[in-house]
């Protein structure tokens, strides 16, 4: 095999996935879905507004219900996964992470969450034994635009000063 040359690298940053864009992408989405297994084995998904807080692509962050059939699904098995999309008139988009689901039921991550209206759905406030967080941690992705999937990597932001990992290289800056 022969040396890559400086063209063909070029060619490869071009048309490689930059996570910036699929972040930038993730922030524009008022949907998200999240997916849990349920006890016999099967996919169980769920629309929910947009995660309240994200940190790169590897933490997300979710309000719910203490009480709702997804965080026992969670509890019983944390193996997850969340999606976004967006379709347009031509191009569609998505993006879907796997890793795990956490129930934290903290009062710090509670607090750092909590919005005002959240008063509406959960009636004691804040300390709310019916409001808890769902902390979404992904380990690797799928990308789709214009008729192309690539596959990543999520790595802990230490290793990779935001990158996410392919075989052969790094997605983004």
């Known amino acids: 095999m022969g040396r890559v040359t ?72 944390p193996n997850a996964c969340i999606y976004f999309y967006h ?11 796997t890793g795990t689901m956490e129930v934290l039921t903290d009062q710090e991550t509670k607090n750092m969450i909590w919005r005002a209206g959240d008063k509406i759905f959960y009636k004691q406030g804040v300390t709310d034994p019916d409001y808890c967080v769902l902390k979404f941690t992904a380990t690797k992705g799928r990308y789709y635009c214009d008729l192309k999937t690539e596959s990543f990597t999520v790595c802990p932001e230490e290793l990779t000063h935001g990158r996410a990992i392919r075989t052969g290289g790094y997605y983004g800056q």
């Open 87 to 97: 379709k347009g008139l031509i191009k569609y988009v998505g993006v879907m992470l």
């Open 6 to 77: 400086f063209e063909e690298e070029q060619l490869v940053m071009e048309t490689a996935m930059d996570t910036v864009k699929i972040e930038k992408f993730i922030d524009r989405q008022k949907v998200s879905f999240i997916c849990s297994v349920d006890g016999e084995g099967f996919p169980n998904a769920k629309a929910m507004l947009k995660p309240r807080k994200r940190v790169g692509l590897k933490e997300f962050y979710f309000s719910t219900n203490t009480s709702s059939m997804r965080v026992k699904q969670y509890l019983d098995n």
